[in-house]
């Protein structure tokens, strides 16, 4: 059985940083391509990074240069590095593993001043 946990979250101000990290029981991470999405309130679900298994990444335009996506295969945790937060970057972040279709249950990310 798939569980995946995100870790991380929290409250802070524009300008500052977080690392988010999903860290995965019942598979290796390292054999499949992880998802980071974020869902605001009160808007759909939107993909933020990816890395596939093979090391290939891509970011949503919206976090080009400020979000970095990677793995720790011995610790079978995917980060995601946060820089220059906007308020704009306020949502629940979730972690999903693409080909098994498995979902964290989030953590939420506010940044406010």
């Known amino acids: 059985q798939v569980q995946l946990v995100e870790a991380g979250g929290g409250l802070v101000q524009p300008g500052e940083s977080l690392t988010l990290n999903c860290t995965a029981s019942?598979?290796?991470?390292?054999?499949?391509?992880i998802n980071w999405y974020r869902q605001a309130p009160d808007k759909e679900r939107l993909l933020v990074a990816k890395?596939?298994?093979?090391?290939?990444?891509n970011y949503a335009d919206s976090v080009k240069g400020r979000f970095t996506i990677s793995r720790d295969n011995a610790k079978n945790t995917v980060y995601l590095r946060m820089n220059t937060l906007e308020p704009a970057d306020t949502a629940v972040y979730y972690c999903?593993?693409?080909?098994?279709?498995?979902w964290g249950p989030g953590t939420q990310v506010t940044v406010s001043s």
């Open positions: 999903n593993v693409e080909e098994r279709n498995a």
């Open positions: 890395i596939t298994w093979s090391g290939n990444i």
């Open positions: 019942g598979i290796p991470l390292s054999y499949y391509s």
